[in-house]
């Protein structure tokens, strides 16, 4: 890993250099690892492109009884793919944050 050689080729003292890396590590494997953080930042991405769906389609969908209609089965199957999306990311997160939990009993 990058961040690890970097941490190596600091010109510290050899037990700095080693909490640093612990340290790192330890925050690598709280999170979920960099496999995490790219599941989070394509979640992000995703509902970045909600919002810009929406605001480019904006005159063709309205709030109906809470929910948001479409005028045409296009935009609202665009609109279901996203939140698909979506959803398949936040599965993913949420499967990362429970085998943390695990790891941590």
Known sequence: ??????????????A????LLAAYREGL???GGP???????ALLAELAGLM???????????????QIAFDNQPDLDT?????SRIDQHQDRLTDFQQRRAKARE
């Open 1 to 14: 890993m990058r961040t690890e050689a970097f941490i190596q080729g600091q010109q510290r003292p050899e």
């Open 16 to 19: 700095e250099r080693a909490a």
């Open 29 to 31: 494997r709280s999170t």
């Open 35 to 41: 496999e995490a953080m790219q599941v989070q930042s």
């Open 52 to 66: 810009d769906f929406l605001d480019a389609r904006r005159s063709h969908w309205s709030v109906e009884e809470g």
């Open 79 to 83: 609109f279901t793919a996203i939140l």
